[in-house]
């Protein structure tokens, strides 16, 4: 009943393992340093404002590697992106590729939480510029819900940069700055596993983006403050990244132009020339942000035109014109250098007095500028802070509806643990029923039992008794035959062969009366033995000898080949055993047969071996011919009967003396029995 009852609960585990377990399937490895190679000369290309080179090296660098990991083909989903959305200005294929991104992700939204926060907020962006706004700030929201619940710490600093970039877009540049603050706070638990890119690039543009809020808010010293705390942080942080010099230079250069346009706006000229024109020598060249050296040259070129030095502004001028008209300059990424070149030409020539040059610049200007203003008036009007409101409102919604359906759920399983413990209770009671009944009748053999011992116990008394009483009687014709072969050696006078024979039947008395001294000696143990120095090939020759007549009855050969090893033994067992091998390899072997008895002095140990050729041991009892059952026992060659206890005897002879008795045989081909004894 027990093992049914076990058998119930592993099926019952398995069937709830296979439906609340999901296959577990091996991803490939992600290999982040060498697409880091990859993707930092797509950045190179990008810098040079060659869109298309970068996108070309992305697909053939990922279409020769084998398997990327799931991080692999985020980092170029990403970066792709971000191309098509920032640089190349294809709307359809960034969302396609965020997309991607979600369909990359599924299933495994919580095991890359980093990246499926990013989709969200790509996906917010892309929504974005399609100008789906209600759609675009639900995105932005999911994703702050995710990354507050799901991160902490240095990723999530990254989140909180997007959102302010949201108000910094819509120009609410105060609600901006806590957003930024916040991300700076969360970027201090960075540690050196998480990258170049949260390491030093997010940091320093953080703190930049601060500085451009209190710019564009009018508050130019705080401005100033934040844009030498990212100059600071730069030039600490510059040592820790060798390898990343022309970029760490170019955000220098970058910050330089903006403390240029801060310093032209307050009226310090001179500060303010000398950090542009840092700022374009370091920028203005393949490799580094040329995009934002024509920013400067914008900034400087307003100030010389303000100052009326004509000469240098023009020559900003014309270099402008040639950045845009040239393959740096195409695309929309550029639209907003190129309506500050047309407002400045049209400064540039009235500044001058020439009006009728200056008249169509100022036109261009106008409608270039109306376009910028229709385009950015719809989502400056948006109201992010409603859209929160209602997606807060929607997702406290949700969170009730998935605590009702939550609450249901444990209600269930309650109910199935309930019917579960019902049934374990039932099984424990019939359990309880069926061991009362078991031990019952247990109790009832044990009764029987005992009677059976007590009956066996009383049976080997009398057995005991028996033995006893025919050891004793046994020992007076013994001793008798001993004593009579001891007075006819007396007469020296009888023939050689006669003394032989009498003086074995003096020693094989000698050796039964120690036999059934051992019988009488019933509370005895056989491991206090009696040892003395043994010479084993005398003691060998004398049981060759004894038993050599029984040998040739059935006309057998015994050969003893043997060396004189000495060693301590209790003469009387060791003889007992070796007649019993010899005798049985007279026994069990045919006529004319040879058998071969052999010791042989190895490192710590004597073998002695006797080997026959008769009839074997079948496979089928070789493991039982040392019991004492007496299993084992089979008649021999000549009909001699069997007692089976002999080589039982031999091995507790033999185990007690130290050493190990076993034999090698096959049907019908013979037996070899070894004594294995140490020196």
């Known amino acids: 009943m027990s093992f049914r009852v076990t058998l119930f609960f592993l099926c019952l585990v398995y069937t709830l393992m296979t439906f609340s377990c999901k296959q577990i399937v091996k991803e490939p490895a992600n290999h982040q340093v060498h697409f880091d190679t990859v993707i930092n000369q797509a950045s190179t290309y990008l810098g040079d404002g060659q869109n298309k080179s970068a996108i070309k090296h992305l697909d053939s660098a990922y279409g020769v590697f084998p398997h990327p990991g799931i991080k692999d083909l985020y980092r170029k989903y990403d970066n792709l992106f971000n191309i098509y959305l920032n640089y190349d200005f294809n709307i359809p294929k960034a969302k396609l590729y965020t997309d991607s991104i979600f369909f990359l992700l599924k299933g495994k939204e919580t095991i890359y939480k980093n990246e499926y926060t990013n989709a969200l907020f790509f996906l917010g962006e892309v929504l974005m510029a399609e100008k789906r706004y209600t759609e675009s700030f639900k995105a932005f929201y999911d994703g702050r819900s995710f990354a507050n619940k799901n991160l902490e710490g240095c990723p999530l600093s990254i989140f909180s940069y997007r959102l302010g970039m949201v108000r910094y877009t819509q120009e609410e540049y105060g609600k901006a700055i806590p957003f930024f603050k916040e991300a700076i706070i969360e970027n201090k638990g960075c540690t050196p596993g998480f990258g170049f890119d949260y390491l030093f690039i997010n940091p320093q543009n953080y703190l930049n983006t601060i500085a451009l809020c209190f710019e564009k808010s009018g508050e130019l010293d705080s401005a100033i403050v934040y844009y030498h705390k990212a100059l600071d942080f730069i030039a600490a942080s ?28 307050k009226g310090d000229d001179q500060q303010a020339e000398k950090y542009l024109k840092e700022s374009i020598a370091i920028n203005d060249r393949a490799g580094y942000e040329i995009q934002d050296a024509q920013t400067a040259k914008l900034k400087l070129a307003d100030l010389y035109i303000r100052r009326s030095d004509f000469i240098p502004a023009e020559r900003l001028l014309n270099e402008l014109k040639g950045y845009l008209s040239g393959k740096y300059g195409l695309g929309q990424r550029n639209n907003n250098i190129r309506v500050k070149w047309v407002r400045l030409k049209y400064e540039y020539y009235h500044k001058r007095g020439e009006p009728l040059l200056a008249y169509p610049y100022l036109q261009k200007s106008d409608v270039s500028r109306d376009s910028v203003i229709r385009a950015d008036r719809e989502l400056k009007d948006f109201d992010i802070d409603k859209v929160f409101s209602d997606s807060e409102q929607k997702y406290r919604l949700a969170l009730l509806n998935k605590d009702n359906q939550l609450k249901t759920a444990y209600l269930a399983a309650a109910v199935i643990c309930i019917i579960m413990v019902m049934i374990i209770l039932f099984f424990i009671w019939y359990n309880l029923r069926h061991s009362r009944r078991i031990n019952k009748q247990i109790s009832e053999q044990n009764i ?8 066996l116990e009383q049976s080997q008394e009398e057995n005991v008794k028996m033995m006893m009483i025919v050891a004793h009687d046994l020992r007076n014709p013994i001793g008798n035959i001993t004593s009579m072969a001891d007075l006819m050696l007396v007469d020296q006078e009888r023939p050689e062969d006669d003394l032989v024979m009498l003086e074995m039947i003096k020693k094989s008395g000698q050796n039964s009366l120690h036999l059934v001294n051992d019988l009488l000696k019933v509370n005895s143990k056989t491991e206090n033995l009696q040892k003395e120095p043994v010479d084993l090939y005398v003691l060998l020759n004398y049981c060759v000898n004894l038993l050599r007549h029984k040998a040739e009855e059935k006309k057998q050969q015994l050969i003893l080949h043997a060396v004189h090893v000495t060693i301590p033994v209790n003469t009387e067992k060791m003889w007992r055993v070796m ?12 006529e004319s047969a040879i058998i071969n008895i052999s010791v042989k002095e190895e490192k710590e140990r004597v073998l002695i071996a006797v080997e026959d050729h008769g009839i074997g041991i079948p496979a089928a009892i070789k493991t039982k011919i040392f019991d004492m059952s007496g299993e084992g ?13 002999g080589l039982a005897i031999s091995r507790q002879i033999i185990e007690t003396h130290g050493g190990r008795i076993w034999v090698e045989s096959e049907p019908e081909k013979g037996s070899i029995f070894y004594i294995e004894l140490p020196l």
């Open 448 to 455: 029987n039992m005992q009677k059976t011992l007590s009956s």
């Open 579 to 590: 007649s019993n091998l010899i005798g049985n390899a007279v026994k069990f072997s045919p």
């Open 633 to 645: 026992q089979r008649s021999g060659t000549a009909g001699e009967q069997p007692y089976g206890l």
């Open 238 to 265: 510059k040592a820790r990244f060798p390898k990343r010099e022309a970029f760490i230079t170019g955000a220098n250069g970058v910050i330089y132009g903006n403390l240029g346009g801060i310093y032209a706006k």
